[in-house]
């Protein structure tokens, strides 16, 4: 299947509003007349400008490799470490597999709505048109800040990982790398989707070496040539490392390593044929949690001791993955390893940044950012979204004067709790989505993909874990001792998201109509939770065009016609690409 972007594909235009129910959509196939109904809370811009477009240029292919590149990365590879020296590896086994289920029952009523409405913006657009947009607004900015942050965090991350070889300035690390990542973001959606597509296959490969090696590590392939067993599950400590504050510490590590899937949705609004190709990608992420994360954490905890030196300290943090490598007794082994451990950073790097940039253009598009954010080139590509959301990298320099590992674990914790806002808020989306469909009689087969067995409970069990989740991990910054940087570190994207919300609602006081704006200017409150009963569900639902008809038929033709041999050959290639 061609990574190439197809001439006769829809454009991505900026959104338009007919009523005051439905902001924040942005279409790949259809677009209001600027003559048409504006919405008088969120304006939006013109749809006749080439230069305020993205384009769909992102295969399947990508959009697979996109997906496990969301799912393995930064967090996997360098944040189990430090989930392993917190709170031990019955811990991080546990706190991981329940993590991977809410992602994954997340994901798949994430996947609802994309492939409804294939749009920019994608779970802050959805919380937009189907909650509250005041709530969108401080959601989408808040995620904005996350990926930007991400981006930083990344970088330190590299920078940790190259000590692994030499203590060459970190700060060139760092700016070398900031670089190649905007150059390559700035270049067209294609050569952000062909890099994730090779990074990612490198991720998958290693990943798949890792469980075969840690498995012989553990039964005895090793310089001591000893059988480890479970034997670092009995040491002083274990399994569980500092009780219940330690537990709960891991949830925002967990959290912070399942980061990226829920972005997923973000590429929506550049995937060809998303009726099809999303709901695969959906389909196929339970077993890659299964398998990538679940037997690869099982493993650390097996073979890597809580108490081995520099898991998580103030200057440096070694990557579970090298040590076990480091165990098969072969330095290059461990090389090998540590270089796949850098080329992820950069995949989680370059996939912040591709994120990051979306989501501030989408709130362009929608008045809720300068509308300078929704310029772009002829490529499709948004360059001043890419820049500012780049610029907050800055932070990854910090790293110099505080030490990388202090900055790293702050940026953990940072976005693993901006990731849980985000599952969060998928839930509340999805719950007013199903609603919505529900009161105004539509049928469910008319939904292009429906996760049968999440309903009903699927919106209303991730909303409350999730919040659950968000309340009890800061538990260590406060017992049995409190610790200020660590607390803020854990709850202050909260009252943000509040002041945030609380100020949108202020400005843009929603419900407050001309004719009675003198016997409601006294109002201090003014509500604008989206009426489910009357929103718009027809509006920005894709519809397919020639090019994914043919596309699909000639994928079936390939499956299920010609010989035997070419048949499982096609779906093999399908299964594997």
Same mark, same amino acid.
């Given at each position: 299947m061609s990574a190439g972007a197809n001439p006769s594909q829809p454009l991505l235009s900026p959104p338009h509003s007919r009523t005051s129910d439905n902001y924040g959509a942005i279409s790949g196939t259809q677009a209001l007349s600027p003559t048409e109904e504006q919405s008088d809370v969120l304006p939006a811009p013109p749809v006749d400008k080439d230069n305020e477009r993205l384009h769909r240029g992102l295969s399947a292919r990508q959009v697979q490799m996109i997906a496990i590149a969301g799912t393995?990365?930064?967090?996997?590879?360098?944040?189990?470490?430090?989930?392993?020296?917190?709170?031990?590896?019955?811990?991080? +086994?546990?706190?991981?597999?329940? @993590?991977? $289920? !809410?992602?994954?029952?997340? &994901?798949?009523?994430? /996947?609802?709505?994309?492939?409804?409405?294939?749009?920019?913006?994608?779970?802050?657009?959805?919380?937009?048109?189907?909650?509250?947009?005041?709530?969108?607004?401080?959601?989408?900015?808040?995620?904005?800040?996350?990926?930007?942050?991400?981006?930083?965090?990344?970088?330190?991350?590299?920078?940790?990982?190259?000590?692994?070889w030499t203590d060459w300035h970190p700060w060139a690390i760092g700016l070398i790398f900031w670089f190649f990542l905007v150059g390559v973001n700035a270049v067209h959606v294609?050569?952000?989707?062909?890099?994730?597509?090779?990074?990612?296959? +490198?991720?998958?490969?290693?990943? @798949?070496? $890792? !469980?075969?090696?840690?498995? &012989?590590?553990?039964? /005895?392939?090793?310089?001591?040539?000893?059988?480890?067993?479970?034997?670092?599950?009995?040491?002083?400590?274990?399994?569980?490392?500092?009780?219940?504050?330690?537990?709960?510490?891991?949830?925002?590590?967990?959290s912070f390593a399942y980061g990226g899937t829920e972005s997923l949705g973000i590429t929506a609004g550049e995937t060809k044929n998303p009726s099809k190709n999303m709901p695969r990608v959906v389909k196929f992420v339970f077993w890659r949690i299964l398998i990538f994360y679940v037997v690869s954490v099982l493993l650390i905890g097996l073979n890597v001791p809580y108490t081995y030196p520099d898991l998580s300290n103030r200057s440096a943090v070694t990557s579970p993955f090298t040590i076990v490598f480091q165990q098969v007794g072969s330095a290059g082994a461990a090389s090998f390893m540590n270089t796949v451990v850098f080329t992820s950073v950069l995949s989680a790097a370059n996939h912040a940044l591709f994120a990051g940039t979306r989501v501030l253009y989408g709130l362009s598009a929608v008045k809720q950012a300068?509308?300078?954010?929704?310029?772009?080139?002829?490529?499709?590509?948004?360059?001043?979204?890419?820049?500012?959301?780049?610029?907050?990298?800055?932070?990854?320099?910090?790293?110099?004067?505080?030490?990388n590992g202090v900055l790293w674990s702050w940026i953990q914790n940072l976005v693993g709790v901006s990731n849980q806002i985000a599952?969060?808020?998928?839930?509340?989306?999805?719950?007013?989505?199903?609603?919505?469909?529900?009161?105004?009689?539509?049928?469910?087969d008319d939904m292009k993909f429906r996760a049968a067995w999440t309903w009903p409970w699927g919106p209303a069990f991730v909303v409350i874990t999730v919040f659950c989740l968000i309340l009890i991990q800061g538990w260590s910054s406060f017992y049995p001792t409190f610790q200020p940087i660590d607390f803020v570190s854990y709850y202050i994207e909260i009252p943000v998201m509040i002041v945030?919300?609380?100020?949108?609602?202020?400005?843009?006081?929603?419900?407050?109509?001309?004719?009675?704006?003198?016997?409601?200017?006294?109002?201090?409150?003014?509500?604008?939770?989206?009426?489910?009963?009357?929103?718009?569900?027809?509006?920005?639902?894709?519809?397919?065009?020639?090019?994914?008809?043919?596309?699909d038929e000639t994928r079936q033709k390939r499956v299920t016609k010609g010989n035997l041999g070419a048949r499982m050959l096609w779906r093999f290639y399908y299964l594997v690409v």
């Open positions: 393995i990365g930064t967090g996997l590879f360098l944040g189990t470490g430090s989930s392993l020296a917190t709170g031990g590896p019955a811990s991080m +086994l546990i706190c991981y597999t329940v @993590i991977g $289920f !809410i992602v994954y029952v997340t &994901l798949l009523l994430l /996947g609802e709505m994309a492939t409804q409405y294939p749009i920019a913006g994608s779970f802050g657009t959805y919380c937009t048109r189907f909650f509250s947009p005041s709530y969108g607004f401080a959601l989408a900015w808040n995620y904005w800040f996350n990926d930007s942050v991400s981006v930083a965090g990344d970088l330190v991350a590299a920078q940790l990982v190259m000590s692994y294609r050569a952000y989707g062909e890099l994730e597509y090779w990074l990612a296959s +490198l991720k998958v490969i290693a990943i @798949i070496v $890792f !469980i075969i090696l840690g498995i &012989l590590v553990n039964v /005895g392939i090793n310089p001591e040539h000893r059988y480890i067993g479970s034997e670092y599950w009995r040491i002083p400590g274990a399994p569980f490392v500092g009780g219940f504050g330690g537990f709960a510490r891991v949830f925002v590590t967990a300068p509308r300078l954010f929704s310029w772009t080139t002829k490529g499709g590509i948004p360059l001043p979204s890419l820049l500012a959301t780049s610029s907050i990298s800055i932070l990854c320099f910090g790293s110099s004067y505080i030490g599952w969060f808020s998928i839930g509340l989306a999805s719950w007013r989505f199903r609603k919505a469909w529900v009161r105004q009689g539509r049928s469910l945030m919300y609380i100020l949108w609602m202020l400005i843009k006081r929603p419900g407050l109509q001309a004719s009675t704006e003198t016997s409601q200017s006294k109002r201090l409150w003014y509500s604008d939770l989206v009426d489910v009963s009357t929103v718009d569900l027809s509006k920005d639902e894709y519809q397919d065009v020639e090019v994914d008809k043919t596309e």
